[in-house]
């Protein structure tokens, strides 16, 4: 199947200091990708979809100024939060959309803010 | 808006036996997608089986399969012959086939069941 990867897979930063992640499409183009959050034992939470050279639609409540989306090309979006504390700490998760619709998710980052 | 409902929060199977996990779901839509994901401990999201509305014939895939009732609103998934690797968070969700359905027709989820299998 499809895969995609995301980067770091964990990363611990200090409070007030932004952190980027990355999620790349490997063996496919996404015109979409998608950026959740969950949080323990809990289902996923959409964040904000982003499609290829526009700007990322933002689920009401998410901060589009705290979490940043670029969606540069078709294999790669990034999320920074900025200025981090530690309420951001959470598991993320980027999924892209294949050329057939089907959805793939990536392995997820663990961000802890101290 | 649709909703996805799963009201089993945590279940457990004997080894080699069968469990049924249920869904129910609630749209005005005709046509849609119905997907059960598995999220093991490692987190890494996995899709089990796809289930497209207009198909009136359940999907299976392997020891997976789900009973699609689609008057009723409920995509239940069945898993045989269960085996300690599918112990993991099973999360059903929805997405819309309307080609201006909202935001890229985004994964609606139910809040999962946690399925641990015993040996």
């Known amino acids: 199947g499809a895969v995609v990867s995301q980067h770091p897979s964990r990363v611990i930063c200090k409070s007030g200091t932004s952190v980027k992640i990355e999620c790349r499409s490997l063996d496919f183009q996404a015109t979409t990708m998608f950026w959740y959050r969950q949080f323990p034992k809990q289902s996923l939470m959409l964040m904000a979809t982003?499609?290829?050279?526009?700007?990322?639609?933002?689920e009401q409540g998410v901060e589009k100024d705290k979490f940043l989306i670029n969606h540069a090309s078709l294999t790669l979006s990034t999320l920074t939060v900025t200025s981090a504390h530690p309420e951001d700490s959470s598991f993320y998760i980027c999924?892209?959309?294949?050329?057939?619709?089907?959805?793939?998710f990536g392995p997820g980052t663990r961000l802890t803010v101290t | 808006a649709q909703t996805v409902t799963q009201s089993q929060p945590e279940m457990s199977v004997q080894e080699a036996e069968t469990v049924t996990l249920s869904c129910t779901y609630d749209t005005s839509e005709s046509d849609y997608y119905l997907f059960w994901y598995k999220q093991p401990p490692s987190r890494q999201m996995i899709l089990v089986i796809r289930?497209?509305?207009?198909k009136q014939q359940n999907a299976t895939e392997n020891r997976f399969s789900v009973n699609f009732q689609k008057a009723a609103k409920s995509f239940s998934l069945k898993i045989s012959d269960s085996q300690l690797g599918d112990a993991a968070m099973y999360f059903c969700?929805?997405?819309?086939?309307?080609?201006?359905?909202?935001?890229?027709?985004?994964?609606?989820w139910g809040l999962g069941t946690s399925l641990g299998v015993n040996p």
């Open positions: 969700a929805y997405r819309s086939k309307r080609p201006n359905a909202g935001n890229n027709r985004k994964l609606i």
């Open positions: 999924s892209a959309r294949a050329p057939l619709n089907e959805q793939y």
């Open positions: 289930q497209e509305a207009y």
């Open positions: 982003s499609n290829e050279g526009s700007k990322a639609t933002y």
